[in-house]
């Protein structure tokens, strides 16, 4: 039983985390030289992943296999992976400018709370 849930917990991470990359089940599939039916089957928790596909996975999403196997934080390790994803094509003055922006508005919000 409790393989099951280790195996439940590592598909819905691997899935979570490519939705959160912005990729495609294809585009996955076409970086770990694999058939996209066989993303899917990762994805679902139909093919349990060896250390090594873990590590891929891990490499590919910017995370430790750590990551991929706990149930941590997800929700703010999602809004992360995605505000990197953001960040990734831009300019390092572009990106620092929106670490400003995002300061700042940070800053706003928590004098609205007070």
Known sequence: MAGQNI???VAGNIARRRRAAGLTQAQVAE????EKESVSRMESGKIVLNLERLQQFADM???SV???LTDGDGD???QTQAVMELLRPLRQ???EAVLRFVSEAVRLLRTQDT
């Open 7 to 9: 195996v439940a917990l």
């Open 31 to 34: 970086r770990l030289s694999v």
């Open 61 to 63: 999403y910017g995370c």
């Open 66 to 68: 750590t990551e991929l």
């Open 76 to 78: 703010l390790q999602t």
């Open 93 to 95: 003055k572009e990106r």
